[in-house]
């Protein structure tokens, strides 16, 4: 296990992402097949280029099916719980988005609204219910193609995955299921069953199904993975990212249960100050010291956070590098810009959530296709 763990459940520890690439058996997302999605696509989206997205299964299967006329469709979702959605949580949804613009791939995005109560997260389906509404909001205020996106509910849409469910429970067992997701005899049957559940959407359509996810999310899939070729299904393909890093500094988890090392999409304008003022940086301890030698942005949590979500343009992201190692930049103004640049993400965030309100319909999935 050595001294760091991931599982869907926790990811905790330093995380050697090299490691990793060895330990699940994923390929490295290396230049070859960035510049090969580059010319397909006429451009890299800034997770793929920065290797925030580091590994794969299978994607150049993915670029083949595509130049070849055959296709793929991406699969992603969200467990709604009463912990509301942070910023780490788009990550996966914003590279959906991206391949879906690029390669005009079809979106299912799976909405387990049952998982966080089979998991004693919460005491209540009902209480789940406005939570699930507004998750589906939030990605739906990310940009999805309404003609191209299916958003379902497993509550409301268990008819149609109850039976292809049954197909997948058949082929795992219980030792494996317990391997793979860390069940224990405190477990709920009912969570024991839901990989199940989780498996099926990758058969929606007869193409590859590709998933964009954190590397912690990589177990589900190497069960669909293995069961796939005995139901004459393909193999989920994916994109894998690193896990973003939480206000209390690197590798730090982001979680929406301690507010304090995350920005909710809910948050207003004074608590993303406060809580960015208060996050952990690679400066110095006085002023002094910092224009003598310099911050460490390869530690910045603030750092980091522009590199992953706050700037588009590679040129100033370096030019915020070097001014931070020569000590021209100070964190009070670095973190000012980044309370800036989140609010206006939020508040432009919020009108499109207002948006989405009116048009969500056009994106439950009715099971017509
Ligand atoms: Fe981090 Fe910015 Fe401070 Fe450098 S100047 S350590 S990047 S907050």
């Known amino acids: 296990e050595g001294d760091f763990s991931v599982t869907p459940w926790e990811a905790k520890g330093k995380i050697d992402y090299d490691k990793l690439i060895q330990e699940f058996g994923v390929e490295k997302l290396g230049e070859e097949l960035l510049s090969r999605i580059e010319r397909i696509a006429g451009g890299l989206h800034p997770l793929l280029r920065r290797n925030f997205f580091f590994a794969h299964r299978d994607l150049n299967l993915v670029l083949n099916d595509y130049e070849e006329g055959r296709g793929f469709f991406l699969y992603t979702g969200r467990a709604p719980s009463n912990s509301p959605m942070h910023i780490a949580h788009i990550v996966p949804f914003i590279a959906t988005r991206w391949f879906q613009e690029k390669f005009g791939a079809n979106v299912y995005i799976q909405i387990p609204d049952e998982e966080k109560f089979l998991a004693k997260k919460v005491e209540t389906l009902e209480e789940i219910e406005k939570y699930a509404v507004q998750d589906i909001l939030n990605i739906i205020a990310l940009g999805f193609d309404e003609n191209k996106t299916f958003i379902f509910r497993d509550t409301e849409y268990i008819s149609k995955l109850y039976k292809p469910a049954v197909l997948v429970a058949r082929h795992i067992n219980f030792s494996t299921a317990r391997a793979v997701f860390g069940f224990d005899n405190e477990s709920t049957i009912g969570l024991i069953f839901y990989p199940a559940l989780q498996i099926v959407p990758t058969f929606f359509e007869k193409k590859r199904p590709l998933i964009p996810c954190g590397i912690d999310q ?102 915020r590098y070097h001014a931070c190692r020569t000590g021209k930049l100070l964190c009070g103004e670095c973190k000012a810009e980044l309370v800036e640049r989140i609010n206006s993400f939020l508040e432009r965030h919020r009108a499109r959530v207002k948006d989405a309100e009116k048009k969500m319909h056009l994106y439950l999935y009715d099971g017509k296709l």
């Open 218 to 319: 990589d177990p589900y899939f190497r069960l669909q993975r293995d069961i796939a070729p005995r139901l004459n299904r393909y193999k989920a393909a994916e994109v894998l990212s690193k896990l973003v890093w939480g206000l209390k500094g690197p590798e730090t988890k982001m979680s929406a249960s301690e507010p304090d090392t995350a920005i909710l999409l809910s948050d207003p304008p004074e608590t993303v100050k406060r809580k960015i003022i208060n996050a952990y940086t690679g400066g110095r301890a006085t002023v002094e010291e910092q224009r003598r030698l310099g911050g460490v942005p390869e530690v910045c949590t603030v750092f980091h956070w522009y590199s992953v979500l706050f700037e588009d343009d590679d040129k100033k992201l370096l030019e």
